[in-house]
């Protein structure tokens, strides 16, 4: 089968014909229906090396940590999964056993540093191939819903879900407001499940026109960047500040932004991964306005992400790649062309849909 691989560090991947797997004992062989293409991949084969990152990511292994699929073939000791439903696939596996993955929770596993990989696609063979091996406790159901672009919510879903339900406390009631910043496949999520989850007015700030246009049809008040882009944000909470801000770009400026505009007791959330630092001191932040960070989300939170998405609460945008054209869908992921997710979708006839080659895509 075809599959795209990370076969060393400081190199591209590349597309390669290897064995289709077989499932183990507790496992389920997955038709993937779609794959999404993440800035994280990306950091792993052009930033990161043995010096920089554990051995979970040493190549070699198939990228893709957002799959969907269909179920193809069960293995020994699987029950109650039936053959060609769809499913979501939660990426990160940690030991199993320890209190955290007990929660589902494995994103902060204990032993973190003695497992062998760190989740699907980082480490152990992910979806951006024909087929794929998965724990059935990792399969989140999408019943009717459509898995191609329900791919991308296993983490450009979950992580913004994950942000969000952890700052739930500060928009709690009547007259709060969230702020996000940036609009890429992350922040559109993030705007829609706030929508769908409170009652907050949504605000949000992009540096592309077209992105704020799109946050707008979906219920948010968008503001400009610019040297007065914090006062005006300031002015849509009566001068009070933000209650939450949600930064999905992680730079030093954007950062800053939230500083400025969180309201005292408020939540700024960094979970954009640029890697901006930032000044904290008594009085660069609001009298307990929190900051912090967040990773990825627990399977339980997937679970409910994806209910969400079977409701008709979440339009994920996508732009469609064959499984031949994968390292094109990254190509320009990297060039910053695409609103949205790009998404691999290796059984097009499967999938019910056609794909353009990427030369077009290029072109559009």
């Not at 792993?44 to 010096?51: G, H, K």
């Amino acid at each position: 089968m075809k599959a795209l691989r990370f076969t060393d560090w400081k190199t591209k991947p590349s597309l390669q014909e290897i064995e289709r797997p077989t499932p183990g004992p507790g496992e389920v062989l997955l038709k993937v229906a779609g794959a999404g293409a993440c800035h994280s991949d990306v950091a792993v084969y052009e930033q990161f090396d043995e010096s920089t990152v554990g051995p979970q990511l040493a190549p070699t292994y198939t990228l893709g940590h957002e799959t969907a699929g269909w179920i193809d073939e069960v293995g020994e000791g699987v029950l109650g999964l039936t053959q060609g439903d769809a499913y979501l696939v939660y990426g990160p596996m940690g030991c199993g056993h320890c209190p955290a993955c007990s929660r589902g929770q494995d994103t902060y596993c204990e032993n973190a540093a003695k497992t062998p990989f760190l989740a699907s696609g980082l480490g152990r063979d992910g979806g951006m191939a024909e087929y794929m091996t998965v724990p059935a406790r990792n399969l989140v159901p999408l019943g009717d819903a459509d898995p191609v672009a329900a791919a991308p919510l296993a983490d450009a879903g979950l992580t913004p879900y994950h942000a969000i339900k952890l700052a739930l406390p500060k928009l709690a009631g009547g007259g709060k407001t969230a702020l996000v910043i940036g609009l890429g496949g992350l922040g559109q999520l993030a705007v829609q499940i706030l929508k769908a989850t409170t009652a907050a007015t949504v605000i949000a700030t992009d540096m592309k026109a077209d992105a704020m246009a799109v946050a707008e049809s979906r219920g948010a008040v968008t503001v400009a960047g610019g040297e007065d882009q914090a006062a005006r944000i300031r002015e849509l909470t009566g001068g009070k500040g933000v209650d939450a801000v949600f930064d999905f770009v992680g730079l030093t400026p954007t950062i800053q932004l939230a500083q400025k505009v969180v309201a005292k007791q408020g939540r700024i959330t960094v979970v954009g991964i640029a890697g901006g630092p930032v000044q904290w001191d008594f009085y660069s932040n609001p009298y307990e306005a929190e900051l912090t960070n967040t990773y990825w989300g627990t399977i339980e939170e997937l679970h409910e992400l994806a209910a969400l998405y079977r409701d008709g609460h979440l339009e994920v945008d996508v732009t469609t790649f064959a499984i031949d054209d994968a390292l094109a869908a990254y190509e320009q992921l990297e060039q910053g062309t695409l609103l949205g997710r790009a998404v691999v979708v290796p059984h097009p006839d499967a999938a019910g849909i056609e794909i353009a080659p990427s030369e077009e895509l290029a072109s559009v």
